[in-house]
């Protein structure tokens, strides 16, 4: 959640600050965004601020940032007052909208608070739509249709987020109220499972099930749906008058022609003639692990670390590959895993997550602390990345990122698929 919180405040901090915080105050913004301890932020608010010399004035956005930040981790901890003074003390009005919105996102997420987050949900939309239209608040930088745009795109979060939380407070028809206006905006063509999933179930909930149909089998064509979306997909396709059989077909010819898109996409994307690096790493036990070993089988790389956001928020859909998958050898390969107890923070981790994973340790070398054998070899810029290497040795697909599990299961299924007909 951290992560992702420092991930949106980059997006959605007012114009100005979108090309200032692209400075050297990233790593410490992100460090701390992910500290646990607020009472450690206002420290380091206060010295960042001293040491860079941040002036009241011509450096507002940024000390804007170290509020923010410093106020999501009181809420954290659910100091909601200490939150309040941190967010009262933004000065710009955009940023403290987008503090108010990100602290609502983090209370439904966590299932947490929910009265609060809602009550600061609604804030976020009363005090964003107290300024949008107000010429006074557009920086003199900026045109005043880029400024409608950018207000009209920082409208789909605000909204969304209020709606998912009235949702979670079981206040439905509320909730479809800001849903709409979500949409309104137009920023929804590339929705993400997470949220269509929720959309749907608040359309359901609302008695709109042609709309969730249309959602719901939108989403199944483009390979993006959710197992609760099949189920309800299934579920509609019956009410409207089709048997059992019939919507289990439906469902499976959208999969078949997916995956068959799917395998022409990523067939595309597949390396040749490069053999896959050599490597020996220690699993968690000791115990050293060679690429050698796994000669004619395919092999399945995960470089990921503890402190990565998305590397974690992939993991459950890596372990449904994982069970998938047994012909397949899959290596979790934990990377530029910082700190002073790097194996046992890792240890920690799969212990509390209890995935049964191969997991091994890329361990920075002692005349080079910043280098990590592994990733160096794989060329790995950016974590998580998964590689997949042929039965022959040959590295055969490599890609970073993460948008969603669906679209994870989907892509290495057909990855996995080719380097099985390899």
Known sequence: MKFICF????????????????SSLDVRLKKMSEEKDPA??????????????LDAIKNAEQIDVLKGITALSFLAVNDTGNFERHIASIKNKFN?????????????????????????????????????????ARPADY?????????????YPYHFTYAYVLHANSKYVDALVQMDLAFKTGFDDMMMPETAEL?????????????????LLMMATMGRSTDKMDV??????VKRGADGSAAIKLLDSLKANVQKQQLAAVAKTMLHDVAAPAFTLKDLNGKPV??????????????????????????????????????????FIATKQEGATPLADVKAFIQKSKYNFKVLMDSATK????????????????????????????????????????????????MITLANQQ
Not at 40 to 53: D, G
């Open 40 to 53: 450690k932020n206002v420290v380091a608010m206060q010295a960042t601020i001293k040491e860079f010399k």
């Open 232 to 237: 309800w997909l299934k579920q509609l396709h």
């Open 96 to 136: 403290q909208t987008s503090y108010l919105n990100m602290g609502a996102d983090m209370l439904v997420r966590g299932k947490t608070g929910l009265n609060y987050a809602e009550v600061i949900a609604k804030r976020t939309v009363d005090l964003y739509l107290s300024y949008k239209d107000d010429p006074t």
């Open 367 to 414: 005349d080079k602390p910043k280098l990590y054998p592994a990733a160096a070899a794989y060329k790995v810029s950016g974590i998580p990345t998964k590689v997949v290497i042929g039965k022959n040795g040959g590295l055969l697909f490599q890609t970073s990122g993460f948008a969603s599990e669906p679209r994870l299961i989907s892509e290495m299924d057909a």
């Open 7 to 22: 991930v949106i405040l980059i997006c959605l901090l007012a114009p100005v600050a979108l090309a200032q915080s692209l």
């Open 199 to 215: 959309c749907s179930d608040i359309l359901m909930k609302n008695g709109k099930d042609e709309r969730a149909y249309d959602l």
């Open 143 to 155: 045109t005043k249709s880029d400024w409608d745009r950018f207000m009209t795109m920082a409208a």
């Open 290 to 331: 060679s690429l050698a070993d796994f000669k004619g089988k395919v092999v399945v790389l995960d470089f990921w670390a503890t402190w990565c956001g998305p590397c974690i928020a992939a993991m459950p859909g890596m372990a449904t590959l994982v069970k998938k998958h047994p012909e397949v050898v899959f290596l």
